[in-house]
C-alpha cells in the first residue's frame, strides 16, 4: 500500500467530516474531499514532517473549502434532503433531537467568518490543539486563539437566542 492509499484510508471520513461542518452541502461533500486528496497526492511528495499528516491534511482542506464556498454563489442547483441514515430509523426521537442540535451548530457556524469558523471546527469538534490549528491555518497561536474565542461567544449567543425564542413560543 502507497503512503498516498494508507492516508486516503486514515483520513478520508475525517476529510468528509471536516468539509461538512465547514459548510460544504452534503451533495458536494463527496466532490469536496476528492479535490482535498487531489491536492493532498500532489503535494504528497512535498510534505516535510513538520506537522503531523492529519493537521497538514486539515490546512489543505480548510483552502479547498474556503474555495468551494467562494464558488457558492454561482452554483445554481438545489440540495434535496440529505438520505436518512441507518442509525436515525431505529431511534426516531433521537434522531431529531440530534438533528435539531446539528441544524443549530451548522446555523451558528454558517454566521461565522470562514477563520472563525474553521477554527471553532478544527478545536471544538475535531479536537486538534491550537498549535496544530495555528499550523493547519499558517497563522499565529495568538490569532488562533482570538478566532476562537469570538466563534464560542458567537456560537453561545445563537444558542441563547434560540433558547429564548423556544420559550417564548411556549
Not at 467530516?17 to 479535490?35: F, I, K, T, Y
Not at 461565522?112 to 490543539?129: D, K, M
Not at 499550523?135 to 433558547?163: I, N, P
Request: proline share 4%; hydrophobic share 40%.
Amino acid at each position: 500500500m502507497t503512503d498516498f492509499e494508507q492516508l486516503f484510508r486514515e483520513h478520508g471520513a475525517y476529510v468528509l467530516r471536516l468539509s461538512r461542518r465547514l459548510g460544504v452541502r452534503p451533495a458536494d461533500a463527496e466532490d469536496v474531499a476528492q479535490e482535498v486528496f487531489l491536492v493532498v497526492h500532489q503535494a504528497l511528495s512535498r510534505f516535510e514532517g513538520r506537522s503531523s499528516h492529519r493537521t497538514w491534511i486539515s490546512g489543505i482542506c480548510v483552502r479547498v473549502v474556503s474555495n468551494y464556498r467562494r464558488k457558492a454563489h454561482r452554483r445554481h442547483e438545489q440540495a434535496g434532503e440529505p438520505p436518512v441514515e441507518p442509525a436515525e430509523l431505529r431511534d426516531p426521537e433521537r434522531a431529531a433531537i440530534g438533528s435539531s442540535g446539528l441544524a443549530q451548530l451548522d446555523a451558528a457556524l454558517s454566521k461565522l467568518s470562514e477563520p472563525q469558523r474553521a477554527s471553532f471546527v478544527l478545536f471544538e469538534i475535531e479536537q486538534l490543539s491550537v498549535v496544530e490549528i495555528s499550523e493547519a491555518l499558517g497563522c499565529s497561536k495568538f490569532t488562533t486563539y482570538a478566532r476562537l474565542q469570538a466563534a464560542r461567544r458567537a456560537v453561545q449567543k445563537a444558542f441563547e437566542a434560540d433558547a429564548v425564542l423556544e420559550v417564548a413560543d411556549v
